[in-house]
């Protein structure tokens, strides 16, 4: 049977934003992490009032943008939430697309390998949001472990597929330092990751 999923947003004509040429970003209901400061909380609530698509009525309506995908070597890109809790429907979107887009994940990774594993075939770059190697400092950040996160980034290094990687590294105010983003910028170039986004993230105190 082919999948629905709720869908909390679709964003046209995103330029190298998140992935190669015009994108389209398409965000999924539903996360596996609790991160004190989340982009996107509407992920996490009520599903109810978001609308629920096959992956043909996806396809239809990110379509519209197919000439400015393959000039630009754009695409869709499925972030959240978590894309990769729905391995299924995004396989389903690429066999209606075919090769000519890029499809791109915006992932924590802290799902199950076999996601991924299904995944990986399929998609052309991954944005990878660490939040940080170390699993102390993951866990009180994202009220989880980070042991997923470790799994699948072995996995992604034992298909050789690190150059298609982006690797996010933020620095959180009150979780991490400079110390701590420089250790997991080792630990991940020790698994041939070298594409690394680093930036910090601004938080309003109240």
Not at 68 to 97: D, H, K, S
């Amino acid at each position: 049977m082919k999948q629905r999923v709720k869908i909390i947003g679709i964003s046209r004509h995103r330029l190298s934003t998140d992935g190669d040429g015009v994108t389209t970003l398409v965000a999924f209901h539903g996360c596996p992490l609790n991160c004190r400061y989340c982009l996107n909380p509407q992920s996490l609530g009520d599903a109810g009032h978001f609308r629920e698509y096959s992956s043909e009525e996806l396809y239809a309506e990110t379509s519209i943008d197919e000439l400015y995908f393959i000039a630009t070597n754009g695409g869709v890109t499925f972030g959240g939430g978590e894309p990769c809790l729905r391995p299924q429907f995004i396989r389903e979107f690429r066999e209606l697309c075919g090769p000519s887009w890029q499809l791109n994940l915006e992932t924590s990774l802290n799902v199950p390998s076999a996601n991924v594993e299904a995944l990986l075939p399929v998609v052309n770059t991954l944005i990878i949001d660490i939040k940080d190697m170390n699993p102390a400092i993951y866990n009180s950040y994202t009220g989880q472990s980070n042991d997923l996160v470790l799994d699948n980034l072995r996995l992604i290094a034992d298909s050789g597929r690190q150059k298609d990687c982006i690797i996010r590294l933020p620095l959180i105010p009150d979780f991490n330092t400079e110390t701590d983003r420089t250790a997991s910028c080792s630990r991940l170039e020790a698994l041939g990751f070298n594409n690394f986004d680093l930036f910090t993230y601004q938080i309003r105190r109240h």
